[in-house]
Structure formats: structure tokens, C-alpha cells
């Protein structure tokens, strides 16, 4: 089954404190993608990363890293000295096949406010 | 660049009515790809065209289907519609099939009554 959870429902956060959301997959697939995407309060989901199963390298964008861990089946997203602007849900997402068809899995989303 | 449009923005339908939900991706994009986004069940894939041809699908039923014109432009049908199809209904679209970096619309919310 293909699965990813994200289990931090909400987070509250002071502007300018580091804040990490997780993300746990589950996929038989040995080729697979994941995906974090930041859907602002305006409402339109914006692309953050695309990572592939093979590349385990840590990538550091700005303010922005992400933690791609196979042995734990996990892809976290760390946000440094975190800004109001960041005030978004995040989602996590897995791209696997099952059967002959590659399917594009959602978290449920980490709900982020950063207070100033 | 113009982004992904969609069409219409707020829509009300009748149980067992039919709705059509149109998506116009950004210029030289070849790839669009439909989401459900509901409260519950969070976001969820119902299919990707690429080149006018289906070429990934979700777990919906039949009721739900697309096609891609030769522009790129899509549509999604929704027949016989059900409570439970309320929902933000979002198009994506991208460069390259295969769940590349998509460029989501701002989605057609539909309400079922």
C-alpha cells in the first residue's frame, strides 16, 4: 500500500524559531518521488521540491531544507528562523506506481502558524 | 506567464445532475492533472492527461472522467453527482508527464445540494 502521513496535525510557532514538519512514507515501489508542496491562506498550492527515491542528498534552498532518510521511510521539511509569511499548510506527497499506474499520494497536511 | 486558469470558480448542482470543469494550463505545458480536495479526506489524484491521452489514474469511480484537447486545455465531467462530491475540485499543470513540478490553479469549488 501506498501510504504517507503526516503527523502533525497543527504547529504554532514564534516568528524567527526553527520549526521541522515530518513526513513518513510507504511505498513498495523502488523508483518513487516525493514532493512537499505550501498551500498559502490565498489558497493556491505552490511547489516546494521534487526529490527522486535514488538521491538522498539533503537539499538547503534559502531558509528552506529537506531530509530525505530511506532506512526510516522519511522526507522532513525544516523551515529556519521561521517568518509570518510562512503561515501555510503543508503537504507531503508520493509518487508510486501501483499496478501500471503512477499515482500521486497526499499527506493530509501540516497546518503551520507563525505568530509574530 | 499567465498561470492555470480555471473555470467556472464556484458552482451549485443538484444531486444527480452533471457537471463539466474546465482547466486551461500555463502556455506550453502538456500535462494537467485533476485533484480532489475535501476536508476529510485532505487531497486526492483523479487523473493526468498528457498529449490528450489519459496516462495516470486514481481510485474514483466511472462518474468521474476528463479528456485533453489538442491546445492542452482539459475537462472534468462529474455525472450523476452526490453530496459527497462537494469539493474543491484543483487542476495542475506541468511541463513533462509523471507528476513533475506542477502549477496548481485555484480551483473550482463545487457544492452539491
Known amino acids: 500500500a501506498q501510504k504517507v502521513t503526516q503527523a502533525q496535525t497543527e504547529i504554532s510557532v514564534v516568528e524567527k524559531e526553527d520549526v521541522t514538519l515530518d513526513c513518513v512514507y510507504e511505498?513498495?515501489?523502488?523508483?518513487?518521488?516525493l514532493f512537499w508542496y505550501k498551500q498559502p491562506p490565498s489558497g493556491e498550492l505552490v511547489f516546494l521540491i521534487r526529490?527522486?527515491?535514488?538521491d538522498e542528498q539533503n537539499e538547503i534552498s534559502g531558509r528552506y531544507s529537506w531530509n530525505f532518510q530511506k532506512s526510516t521511510s522519511s522526507f522532513n521539511f525544516t523551515i529556519t528562523a521561521s517568518q509570518v509569511v510562512d503561515s501555510a499548510v503543508y503537504f507531503c506527497a508520493l509518487s508510486a506506481y501501483a499496478g501500471n499506474n503512477r499515482k500521486l499520494i497526499w499527506g493530509l497536511g501540516t497546518s503551520l502558524a507563525v505568530n509574530p | 506567464k499567465a498561470g492555470v486558469t480555471q473555470t467556472p470558480r464556484y458552482l451549485i448542482k443538484t444531486r444527480g445532475q452533471q457537471v463539466t470543469l474546465s482547466c486551461s494550463p500555463i502556455s506550453g505545458h502538456r500535462s494537467v492533472s485533476w485533484y480532489q480536495q475535501t476536508p476529510g479526506q485532505g487531497l486526492q489524484f483523479l487523473f493526468e492527461?498528457?498529449?490528450?491521452?489519459?496516462?495516470n489514474k486514481g481510485n474514483f469511480p466511472g462518474r468521474f472522467s476528463g479528456r485533453q484537447f489538442s491546445n492542452s486545455r482539459s475537462e472534468m465531467n462529474v455525472s450523476t453527482l452526490e453530496l459527497g462530491d462537494s469539493a474543491l475540485y484543483l487542476c495542475a499543470s506541468s511541463l513533462e508527464s509523471g507528476f513533475h513540478e506542477q502549477y496548481f490553479g485555484p480551483g473550482t469549488r463545487l457544492t452539491v445540494t
Open positions: 526529490r527522486n527515491s535514488f
Open positions: 492527461y498528457f498529449s490528450e491521452t489519459q496516462r
Open positions: 511505498t513498495r515501489d523502488t523508483t518513487y518521488y
